[in-house]
Structure formats: structure tokens, C-alpha cells
């Protein structure tokens, strides 16, 4: 028989009635789905966070050490233009992270066709015609590039490249393009974070460190960066540069 109420008509249906093993699981897959929202969104605040606060230092770090190193600035031209009269800087096309290159520039301390002699000195390569190039003793060197080098002056315009983004305080070494078409697949790890001015390779040793342990190194960098081991490394620099160990 028909549900029938009374005064005529069908009855109204009967809510269904949903198990309760099914409303639950619904319910855990809600609040799962919550966690790993939540989850992923603490994530990212945190990966965005970090950037934010190395490109803080970054910037803050390049403005300080600029206004603090300005009669250098003013005095390592002048003695590059005593010397011979060459151009003060010397710009290369390097390569920064994901593999875009960017205009990178010294103080220049070689003689100014030091890339047109090159070919000639690669069988004294002391890294033993490895990736990277590096010689004790090399011809090129002025006599004001000498002192730059051992010194890491001719390192400091590159703290305008820090200020542009093309590089950071801390991070692996910006490789030459002619470099980067002879890396592996794993060398090419230290090209997944931007350049720096200085590194765990260039704290330990710098030239006298050869390229596989270059990248064992930068790899180490890369998977344990933060912002306390970028102070570190900074922290590192200081007694590296004064004892010029490696500075070739």
C-alpha cells in the first residue's frame, strides 16, 4: 500500500540515510585533503621566506660592503691605468642559474689580449685539462693583478652584479659557457641556484681545489643552503682572503 497522509496526497519522502562508514571516510579524506593544502601552503611561505630573506642580505650585504670598500674603488683604477693604461674592467659572459648568462665583470689583472693567449698556455693547465682553467704562474697576470687576485679585489664588481640579481653573496662560482658544454649531468646540479661571490670550495682551498670537488662541494652548498650557513660562508671568507690561500 501507498504512503498516503492524511487530507490526501503522497506522503513526503523518507530522507536516505547515509551509512556511517561512508560519511566517514568522506570526512578523513576532507581533513586530509585540508592537511596537505595547509600543508603546502606552510611550505611554500617557507621556501618563499628564505628567498626573500637571502636577497635581503644579498642586497643589504652589497650596499654595506660598497659604501665600506669605496676608496678601494677609487684607488685600484687608477693603479690598473698606471700600470698600462688598459681598460679598468673586464667583462665575460658567465653563466648563472638555470643556465642564462649574464655580463660578469672584474678588475681586470691580466694584459688586455689575455683571452687571445689563452690557447696557448692550455697544456699548462694546472687542473690538468679539466673542466676549468687555472695556472700558479701565469704569464698574463699584471703586476697590479697579481696583488688583485691574492687579495680578491678584482672580485668587487661583482657586488653590482649581487645588487642586479644576477648573483648572490654565497653561491657556487659562475662558470664560463665554454665550462658549462663540458659539464655531466651532475655538474650541471651547481647551475639550479644563483652564482655567488664566494663558496664553500673558495673558503677551503679556491684554486688549489680541484673541479670534481668543486661540485661535491657546491652540491653540499646547495642541499644544506640557509641562511646561517650564508652567514657562515661570509664569516669564512674574511680569514680565507687574508690568507690568501689558493688565490691564483
Known amino acids: 500500500m501507498k504512503n498516503v497522509r492524511v487530507g490526501g496526497g503522497p506522503a513526503p519522502a523518507r530522507p536516505v540515510a547515509i551509512p556511517r562508514a561512508i560519511a566517514g571516510g568522506h570526512t578523513l579524506r576532507l581533513r586530509a585533503a585540508f592537511r596537505s593544502t595547509v600543508r603546502r601552503l606552510l611550505w611554500t611561505a617557507t621556501i618563499r621566506g628564505a628567498l626573500a630573506l637571502k636577497r635581503a642580505l644579498d642586497v643589504v650585504g652589497s650596499l654595506g660592503l660598497l659604501i665600506v670598500l669605496s676608496p678601494v674603488f677609487l684607488l685600484v683604477p687608477v693603479l690598473i691605468k698606471l700600470e698600462d693604461g688598459g681598460p679598468v674592467l673586464f667583462w665575460q ?11 660578469f665583470p672584474k678588475f681586470r689583472s691580466m694584459v688586455t689580449d689575455a683571452e687571445a693567449l689563452k690557447t696557448a698556455l692550455l697544456a699548462t693547465n694546472d687542473h ?74 673558495q673558503v677551503r682551498g679556491r684554486g688549489e681545489i680541484p673541479f670534481p670537488e668543486q661540485v661535491l662541494l657546491d652540491v653540499e652548498y646547495i642541499e644544506n643552503r640557509g641562511f646561517w650557513t650564508d652567514i657562515r660562508l661570509l664569516l669564512w671568507t674574511v680569514p680565507a682572503v687574508l690568507l690568501g690561500r689558493g688565490a691564483y
Do not use: H, N
Not at 93 to 103: A, D, E, N
Not at 136 to 160: C, F, M, N
Not at 166 to 173: E, F, K, W, Y
Open 93 to 103: 659572459s658567465r653563466v648563472g642559474r638555470f643556465g642564462r648568462t649574464f655580463p
Open 128 to 201: 690538468g685539462g679539466g673542466v676549468t682553467f687555472k695556472m700558479k704562474r701565469d704569464p698574463r697576470i699584471t703586476r697590479v693583478g697579481a696583488a688583485l687576485r691574492r687579495t680578491s679585489l678584482d672580485e668587487l664588481p661583482q657586488l653590482w652584479s649581487v645588487i642586479k640579481g644576477d648573483m648572490s653573496l654565497v653561491g657556487p662560482r659562475p662558470p664560463v659557457p665554454a665550462e658549462v658544454e663540458r659539464y655531466s649531468l651532475e655538474d650541471r646540479r651547481r647551475l639550479s641556484v644563483r652564482p655567488g661571490l664566494t663558496c664553500l670550495w
